[in-house]
């Protein structure tokens, strides 16, 4: 399938001219997130808007923060780590870490358990 980059960077210099942002992010958090159209492999966004959940792992400056991308496939246990909100049932693609900016966060989904957290936080520490 070919991945439409143009209408994605159309979206993406609309995304940078926003002024605002979310008052507050913290890790934890579910958000919508523009995530766009990327290379290869590297997790894209859906839909019209390029749109993904993420989880907030860790806010790093009032304008970024470190979130994994979620997905409803199972693939490789040790690259994921479940995320339960409500009666949907996820999986945090902890090989797609990344550093984003906040104004990608459109809007917040929920929050995952402490517990899903923790587990979610020693993976990635096996993992790196």
Do not use: Y
């Amino acid at each position: 399938m070919e991945k439409d980059f143009d209408r994605w960077n159309t979206t993406k210099k609309d995304l940078h001219k926003v002024a605002s942002r979310p008052a507050f992010i913290s890790e934890r958090e579910i958000w919508w997130c523009a995530l766009g159209i990327n290379v290869g492999r590297e997790q894209d966004g859906r839909g019209d808007d390029f749109e993904r959940p993420v989880v907030v792992l860790k806010k790093l400056s009032p304008d970024t923060c470190m979130a994994v991308p979620l997905s409803t496939k199972k693939k490789l246990d040790r690259f994921q780590s479940k995320v339960t909100h409500g009666s949907v049932q996820g999986f945090a693609l902890l090989d797609q870490i990344r550093v984003l900016d906040v104004k990608r966060m459109r809007r917040k989904i929920g929050t995952v358990s402490r517990r899903e957290f923790s587990v979610m936080v020693n993976k990635l520490k096996q993992l790196l």
